[in-house]
């Protein structure tokens, strides 16, 4: 069995998701932005001058970054949201090495169609953001 395996993490930068919260009197900007990690293999057989039954499967798994800034001058706290992410799966006939541009197209098409998944998981860590902000002031008060 020849195995093809591509890992990449690509970050996108545009925010998916923007919002701001009050906390304590002051606001902050919270900007969500996506990694995507997309893994790639080649499974199956190409016998010379037989007929092959490779095909590339692939996979991308979605994770949210949070960035919380008070304002734009300041640094901002990025954390990886906990959990799984949202995760794309597929597969294609031939091998990967000769696929990838169509693949990706394929990626790109399944997050686009999942974009409201994605903003939801941003929108479900809005009730985590005032104790991530009170732990961050504890950390630099000391």
Same mark, same amino acid.
């Given at each position: 069995?020849?195995?093809l395996?591509i890992?990449?993490?690509v970050?996108?930068s545009?925010p998916?998701?923007q919002?701001t919260?009050e906390?304590?009197?002051v606001?902050?900007?919270?900007?969500?932005r996506q990694t995507?990690?997309?893994?790639?293999r080649t499974?199956?057989?190409s016998p010379?001058?037989r007929p092959?039954? &490779?095909?590339?499967?692939?996979?991308?798994k979605v994770q949210?970054?949070r960035?919380i800034?008070?304002d $734009?001058d300041?640094?901002?706290?990025?954390?990886?949201l906990?959990?799984d992410g949202h995760?794309v799966?597929? $597969?294609v006939p031939?091998?990967?090495?000769?696929?990838r541009?169509?693949v990706?197209t $394929?990626?790109a098409?399944?997050?686009?169609?999942?974009?409201?998944k994605?903003t939801a998981?941003?929108?479900?860590?809005?009730?985590?953001?005032?104790?991530e902000i009170?732990?961050? &002031?504890?950390l630099?008060?000391?």
């Open positions: 069995m020849l195995s395996v890992a990449t993490a970050a996108a545009a998916v998701h919002t919260v906390h304590e009197g606001t902050y900007h919270v900007n969500y995507v990690t997309t893994k790639m499974i199956g057989i010379g001058s092959g039954n &490779q095909r590339c499967v692939w996979s991308a949210l970054d960035e800034r008070r $734009q300041a640094a901002p706290l990025v954390r990886r906990a959990g995760r799966e597929g $597969q031939g091998r990967c090495a000769g696929r541009d169509y990706e $394929q990626i098409t399944s997050i686009e169609n999942a974009r409201d994605i998981m941003a929108e479900a860590d809005r009730a985590n953001l005032p104790g009170r732990a961050a &002031q504890a630099a008060m000391r």
